[in-house]
């Protein structure tokens, strides 16, 4: 009950093309849904996080879309660059589990010239 | 704003031998702190959860006694990898909670190689 379930597991977009990775999960309790960056060799970066209190927020490049009925919540790039090839993990938590970060297994994204 | 720093980056033992990792919040305070695994190609596992002035709480499966955690302070936390061995040989990474919702910033981690 406590896993998030992400895909794909690797992604090709050609530059300037959307990138979207998918994730669901199941508690129902879960009350705050991020996303990291994470480049070779680093640590994640956070990169845009949303709660179940909205369906969509967007910064810059970056949108991510919740689905609370279906527990499912994606990533949009927008524009996708080169430097955005990373691998990118959705994660979930909730106050009460001591925000506690369950993590996706994680999209290799790469974006090609 | 909201920077953790890790040292050392890069850390190369021998095997029997101890290793200090030092995580800490440079422009916060963190209440909580938390200590993962990374392995290649692999998302992060959570070690355990390190609190300010307590005892950490670890996952199952690790060993408390050979991952020794301590958070004296507001800004600082200690991974000691104690009587390593080749597979405990890993990319590890600390966060940091910080704000009324706790967002978790990582530190850039460390990677440990015990030959």
């Known amino acids: 009950q406590q896993q998030v379930k992400q895909s794909p597991q690797s992604l090709i977009v050609q530059k300037g093309g959307i990138s979207i990775i998918n994730c669901a999960y199941e508690?129902?309790?879960?009350?705050?849904f991020p996303w990291y960056q994470q480049f070779p060799g680093k640590g994640p970066a956070l990169l845009i996080a949303i709660r179940p209190d909205v369906s969509e927020k967007k910064e810059g490049r970056f949108t991510i879309s919740f689905n609370k009925s279906a527990k499912q919540f994606s990533l949009h790039i927008m524009d996708s660059q080169p430097g955005d090839s990373a691998t990118y993990f959705c994660a979930a938590s909730l106050r009460g589990g001591g925000n506690k970060l369950t993590f996706g297994t994680g999209t290799q994204l790469k974006v090609e010239l | 704003g909201a920077v953790v720093s890790q040292h050392p980056s890069w850390v190369i033992c021998k095997s029997g031998t101890s290793v200090k990792i030092e995580c800490r919040s440079l422009d916060f305070q963190a209440t909580t702190m938390f200590w993962y695994r990374q392995f290649p190609k692999q998302s992060l596992m959570l070690m355990a959860t390190s609190n300010e002035g307590s005892k950490a709480t670890y996952e199952q499966g690790v060993e408390k006694d050979k991952f020794l955690i301590n958070h004296a302070s507001l800004t600082l936390s200690t991974l000691t990898v104690t009587s390593a061995h080749p597979e405990d040989s890993s990319f590890y990474i600390c966060?940091?909670?910080?704000?009324?919702?706790?967002?978790?910033?990582f530190g850039p981690g460390t990677r440990l190689l015990v030959l």
């Open positions: 508690n129902t309790a879960f009350d705050y």
């Open positions: 966060s940091a909670g910080e704000g009324l919702y706790e967002t978790q910033y």
